[in-house]
Every structure is written in structure tokens, then in C-alpha cells.
């Protein structure tokens, strides 16, 4: 049975929130309608005690009393609701916004011709946007509405010689190109992992005007220019350079969650340049991680996710900074969620002992992690490989080889993942069967796997074909 709408939002309301409606259900101002106080306690006094929210029958109950079951005028009470929470949230987000409030408040003011009501309250904007420590996108869209609320005053205002006409053109300026730019980044990084084609419109016309020109002062432009030059360029290590000195600079300047989705951009550059075999960005990558880590913008609910951890961990094993990632590990499981932390703890430590060349203890590990991704999984059986053939093990090697196939042939994966793995198999089993003074066959496998478009374990072949 689908769950009601109203039951999956009080779901997801903390105790703070639930004390608020408590009260808004009893105000006269909110409601005359005492079922409604009734309805709401019953449903609140469940997620209070860590209960499941009762069915329908005791709810018409708790509230109804012994009027016979009515389905419909339940229906329409908890519809009720429902509604009287969405706009206790659409106030509560309007009054949050206290910029945006005070320019609801000009207006009204404005259109009332209440000069001196609107002189107050405009003033009051400017003031707020000053104290701002954000320079972002939403900044200068208010700036802009500031700017327009302005004019329609002098526009109409005799006393008025000036018309900031001028003003509200730099700022649309400024916004069309920090919009523009941001969403471009997006749609970079979406088309990297889902091979997907946009256009990209009137910003390619832009992109070469803006290199050195003023707007590059302008930090929520500079950045994200930085950003789609280096995802688009071939040669893009100078413009992300500039971005990182960017990023330094003017963090502050950005709220939480885009700030977030900054690093997460340039983070998913440097994995995608590391698998093209640029080793350069691994140090960028472990250092961007270490700054999310610092300023908690990869720490959301006290939550850690298992896909940030493994990076983090590839990219410390990449740099062979073995000791930061042994502690890294052990600072940072606690923050896994209760499902995953075992076995992406011991996925993780596996990583780590095998490039400690510990190699018993590599696959003992490898044997208990057992995680649920299927990719990872898939990295799993790469390293078992790795160990099998380091520790000499051919035997168990050729066996784990034929199995590996299977499991690939057997899985709904990627067509990367399907081909990447399938190729770290051929050229394993060419690796063993390689005759070892036939010098001549070597130099054609070298040459075989420097040249496989997709291949992700190319570094470590070529390091065993002598």
C-alpha cells in the first residue's frame, strides 16, 4: 500500500520542527478546527517515540472517536494537513530569507507610495547585501532585484535626476555570466559520467572574451570559468591550477553546498585525469579531499559517504601515503553509515595492506569485505588477481581468472566496466603465458598495453612486463 504524502514529510521533520507545527495546530490564527490539533498529536506522539505511524483505522479513531469509519473525511482532514504544513514551511523558508523579505516589503511600499515606508526598507536591503558574506549567484540576483526595485522608484519619484539604468545592466551582466557559467560546470560534469550531449548556447561566444577581462574579478564567475575551461580543455592543468587559486582565495565567499559541489567537480577531474594515467592530479585529488575534511563539506548528518571514503583512500594509495591513510581510515569510520562501515572498512584495508605489499593480509581482508557495490566488487577480484600473482600463486591464478570471466559474463555492468575488465584479464593471461627471455613477444605485449584505449590497471601490467 503506498504510503500517504502527509506521513512520508512528518518523516522526515526533526523533533525542533515537530514542536513548531505542535504549536501552530493549537493557534486560533492558524486554525479553528480542533481534529486537526487532534490529528497532528496522534501522528507526532508516534515519531516521537520511535514508533511506526499508526494505519488509517486507528487514526480515524484517535481523532473521530466512535464515529463509524469514513475513509474520505480522513482523506480530506490529513489533506488538510498536509497543506497547513506546507505553508508553516513556505513562511518559515520566506522569513530565512531576510533580503528577499525586506524586497517584498519595498515593493508593497513602493506601490502604496509610502516614499519614506520604501527609503527605510530599501536601505535596509543594501545594508543586509553589504554584511553578506556570500558572492555567489544568489547575491548578485538579489542585487539586480535591489537594482530594479530601485529604478521603478526613481522612475517614478520627480525629486529623482538619476536612473540607475547603468547598474542594473553591469549586474544583469555579471548574473547572466555566473547562471550561465555554473550551469555549464553541471552539465560538464553530468555528460562525463552519463555521455550526454548538451549545447551549451550563447556562452561559447563569451568564453574567449572572458579571458583577462574584468568579470574574472568577480569570484562567482572566475571560478566556474576556471571550471569549464579546465573540463573542456585537452591541455587544462594551467586553468586548474587557477581554479585551486581561486578556490583558496574565495571559499568563504560561497555557501556550504555549492562550495560542496566545487570540490566534488574538481575532485571527479582529477579520478577521470588519474585513470587517463596523469598521476600529477592524485596530489591534487588527496588535497582537495583534505580540505573537505578540514571545513566538514564532505561531512553531511555526521555521515560520511562509503564512494567519498574510497576515493579518498585511492588517492592516498596512489600517492603511497600509507601512513595518512591507515589513519585516515581509522578517523573516519565511525562516520560510515551502520550498513556499509564494515565492509567498506575492510574493502579499504585491503587496499591499504596490498600496496603495503602485506600480501597475506591483502587477501584476507579482500576474502571478509564482501562489499554490495558491484564496482567494487569487480576491484575485489582485481586485487585477489594482483595478490594471486605476486604471491607466484599461478595456479589459483588461472582458476580465479576463469571465475572472474564468468562473474563479469553474469553482471548486469557498464559497457566500460564490462570492457576495462575483460582487458585486465586478457592481458593477465598473456602476462602468465609470456615467454620470459623471448624478448621480442614482451616488447609486443609492452606495446599492446600501452596502447588499449581502456584499461585500468595499465600502470601494474607494465610493470611486470620486463
Not at 7 to 16: H, I, P, S, V
Not at 333 to 355: I, K, P
Amino acid at each position: 500500500m503506498t504510503t500517504p504524502l502527509l506521513y512520508q514529510l512528518l518523516e522526515k521533520l526533526d523533533k525542533r520542527e515537530l514542536r513548531e507545527l505542535k504549536k501552530l495546530v493549537r493557534s486560533p490564527i492558524a486554525t479553528h478546527r480542533p481534529e486537526l490539533a487532534l490529528l497532528f498529536n496522534k501522528l507526532a506522539d508516534a515519531l516521537y517515540r520511535g514508533r511506526q505511524l499508526p494505519d488509517k483505522p486507528k487514526l480515524h479513531l484517535a481523532v473521530f472517536g466512535a464515529d463509524p469509519y469514513d475513509d474520505q473525511r480522513l482523506r480530506s482532514l490529513m489533506s488538510d494537513l498536509h497543506l497547513l504544513i506546507e505553508q508553516h514551511l513556505m513562511a518559515r523558508a520566506a522569513q530565512s530569507d531576510e533580503v528577499q523579505a525586506q524586497l517584498h516589503l519595498a515593493h508593497f511600499y513602493r506601490q502604496r507610495g509610502l516614499v519614506r515606508h520604501f527609503e527605510s526598507a530599501i536601505q535596509k536591503v543594501a545594508a543586509l547585501q553589504r554584511q553578506s558574506a556570500y558572492r555567489n549567484v544568489d547575491y548578485f540576483e538579489r542585487r539586480l532585484k535591489f537594482e530594479i526595485e530601485t529604478n521603478e522608484f526613481q522612475s517614478t519619484d520627480r525629486r529623482a535626476g538619476h536612473l540607475n539604468l547603468q547598474e542594473i545592466s553591469d549586474t544583469m551582466d555579471v548574473l547572466y555570466l555566473a547562471q550561465k557559467l555554473r550551469h555549464a560546470c553541471s552539465q560538464l560534469s553530468h555528460r562525463a559520467v552519463y555521455q550526454t550531449d548538451y549545447r551549451f548556447g550563447l556562452l561559447q561566444a563569451w568564453i574567449d572574451v572572458l579571458e583577462d577581462s574584468h568579470y574574472l574579478h568577480t569570484p562567482a564567475i572566475a571560478l566556474y570559468y576556471y571550471c569549464y575551461r579546465f573540463l573542456t580543455e585537452e591541455y587544462s592543468q594551467d586553468y586548474f591550477a587557477r581554479f585551486r587559486d581561486q578556490l583558496r582565495l574565495h571559499s568563504a565567499a560561497f555557501p556550504k553546498e555549492e562550495l560542496k559541489g566545487l570540490y566534488r567537480a574538481a575532485v571527479n577531474f582529477c579520478i577521470r585525469k588519474l585513470n587517463e594515467g596523469s598521476l600529477d592530479f592524485a596530489r591534487e585529488g588527496w588535497e582537495l579531499y583534505q580540505e573537505g575534511l578540514q571545513s566538514e563539506l564532505f561531512i553531511e548528518h555526521n555521515h560520511l559517504s562509503r564512494f567519498t571514503f574510497d576515493n579518498i583512500v585511492g588517492f592516498g594509495l596512489r600517492l603511497e601515503a600509507f601512513e595518512a591513510v591507515k589513519n585516515f581510515i581509522e578517523q573516519y569510520r565511525s562516520y560510515l553509515a551502520a550498513d556499509y562501515a564494515e565492509s567498506t572498512v575492510l574493502f579499504n584495508l585491503a587496499r591499504l595492506e596490498y600496496g603495503l605489499r602485506h600480501y597475506d593480509q591483502a587477501l584476507a581482508y579482500v576474502q571478509r569485505a564482501n562489499p554490495r557495490d558491484l564496482v567494487n566488487q569487480l576491484i575485489c577480484k582485481t586485487l585477489q588477481l594482483k595478490i594471486y600473482y605476486e604471491t607466484n600463486e599461478l595456479d589459483l591464478l588461472e582458476s580465479h581468472l576463469d571465475s572472474f570471466r564468468l562473474f563479469i559474463r553474469r553482471r548486469e555492468v557498464s559497457d566500460y566496466h564490462r570492457q576495462n575488465f575483460h582487458n585486465v584479464i586478457i592481458y593477465t593471461r598473456k602476462l602468465i603465458s609470456a615467454y620470459p627471455n623471448d624478448a621480442a613477444e614482451r616488447r609486443r605485449l609492452r606495446a599492446a598495453i600501452q596502447e588499449e584505449k581502456v584499461l585500468s590497471e595499465r600502470e601494474w601490467l607494465l610493470s611486470k612486463v620486463y
